[in-house]
């Protein structure tokens, strides 16, 4: 095989990302591919164009077994010179991104001294078609890059296939191959979390149960859902390498709705709906109204999308408006708490009160199980970037759904049914009813007396 000729100048443009000088598409698609969300499979088509690019990404950062197979049928509808097929392992991934970084001559700015060619783990002409097929020979596993090298930086129009398959048939990446296990039990976790709370509720007195608990039983149900959906589809990639569109899309439309509901859940209880009081006013009704429905158009149009930067458009904007509904949590929460300690400082002593404490204890917990879900992406997120072996997607995928399990747990935990009175109170009403005795005593020894 013979090396690529040396290029004159960087590769790509960009700022250093994690120590590496990378295209910002490809920087876009490594950060993205580390974040598992949908099922893709490693066998694909292509279809892409590109123009002024010396590098462009077939496949970044794929996990493969030793022994992996990788055939690639890739034809370019515009012939140029000097256009290489490359694989990278990550290490030499690193070491192209460390050469890049290396400053130019003095007096040659636009130059670099080439002290020798970069090492790539295959390479192949391209020219104007490309057919072949190897497996990895490698002593253990790894995350391999398949890319297209454009020295001439020529235009290029490139279709065809690319299959990268796992030993035994397996068409997910091993970064991936553990997910569809967590999906299952996180599903089967959160349905039979829901069942339990469905017989609790019907074990409770009509008064206790409320419209509010039926929407958590949908939130844990509607959870349970999408996951069971979604665990379909990666099985579906992993068993053929293809998803259909109704595997694909259904759970991700279900997905939407799902968040809604929950973002629902967290807003009513925030305004002490069928808590604190019976029904919303109509400016409460028209924002909660509001609020759900942009967040399903938004979400739909987001599933529908076909490009990045139009999907990456709609899921801001959705992420804004979901941040613009967590304030408006936060502020009425907190004012409820206000009103409740208001309330509780102007009573008495009776069995009325301890409702209002058990009231104020529910949403002080409330406000704690609110900020863990507000900071908790972060943290994961920082987890998986800094702790996190890069084989292991299934454990960010597990922290996520167990983070989601725990805080609807402790929701309904807090507003649950007819919880128990308060000790103390129930010692106020004893108390009460022990003095009237002590009164109808005395006065029936009056009685006698006379």
Not at 34 to 40: H, I, M, N, T, V
Not at 113 to 120: C, P, T
Not at 413 to 430: G, I
Request: proline content about 5%; glycine content about 6%.
């Amino acid at each position: 095989m013979r090396p690529a000729p040396p290029p004159r100048r960087r590769l790509c443009t960009g700022r250093p990302l994690g120590g590496l000088a990378v295209c910002p598409a490809a920087s876009l698609a490594w950060l993205l591919g580390s974040l598992p969300w949908g099922a893709e499979a490693i066998s694909m088509q292509i279809s892409q164009s590109s123009h002024n690019v010396r590098l462009s990404f077939l496949a970044p950062d794929i996990g493969l077994d030793p022994g992996a197979t990788i055939s690639i049928e890739l034809y370019n509808d515009k012939p140029a010179n000097n256009t290489y097929v490359m694989v990278l392992t990550h290490s030499q991934w690193l070491a192209w991104g460390n050469w890049f970084q290396t400053p130019p001559l003095p007096g040659n700015p636009e130059g670099k001294r080439w002290h020798s060619y970069l090492v790539s783990y295959w390479r192949a002409e391209l020219v104007n078609n490309l057919t072949a097929s190897f497996q990895i020979v490698a002593p253990s596993k790894d995350r391999y890059f398949v890319g297209v090298l454009n020295v001439n930086t020529r235009d290029l129009q490139l279709r065809g296939k690319l299959s990268l398959v796992n030993p035994g048939g397996e068409q997910l990446p091993l970064q991936q191959q553990g997910v569809p296990g967590v999906l299952l039990w996180s599903s089967a976790l959160f349905l039979v979390s829901c069942a339990l709370f469905g017989v609790l509720l019907v074990c409770a007195s009509r008064r206790g149960r409320t419209a509010m608990h039926v929407m958590m039983s949908a939130v844990l149900f509607l959870k349970g859902a999408v996951l069971l959906l979604w665990w379909l589809d990666w099985m579906q990639v992993s068993r053929t390498g293809t998803n259909t569109t109704i595997g694909s899309v259904g759970w991700q439309l279900l997905d939407k709705v799902q968040t809604i509901l929950e973002l629902m859940m967290f807003l009513l209880i925030a305004l002490g709906w069928k808590f604190l009081r019976s029904n919303l006013n109509i400016t409460e009704v028209r924002f909660a109204v509001g609020i759900s429905v942009i967040s399903f158009y938004l979400g739909v149009f987001e599933v529908a999308c076909t490009s990045q930067s139009t999907c990456s458009g709609y899921t801001l904007s959705r992420y804004i408006l979901h941040s613009l509904c967590y304030l408006v949590v936060i502020v009425a929460m907190n004012f409820n708490l206000q009103t409740i300690h208001a309330q509780i400082a102007d009573a008495p002593a009776s069995l009325e009160s301890g409702k209002l404490y058990r009231k104020h204890q529910a949403y002080k917990v409330f406000r704690w199980i609110f900020l863990v879900f507000i900071i908790a992406p972060t943290v994961e997120l920082f987890l998986k970037v800094t702790v996190m072996p890069w084989d292991a997607s299934w454990l960010f995928v597990l922290i996520q759904q167990l983070r989601t399990w725990a805080i609807y747990v402790c929701v309904a935990v807090a507003f649950r049914p007819d919880p128990q009175p308060l000790r103390v109170f129930e010692l106020t009403r004893d108390g009460g009813s022990d003095q009237e005795a002590e009164g109808e005593d005395e006065a029936g020894d009056a009685e006698m007396a006379e």
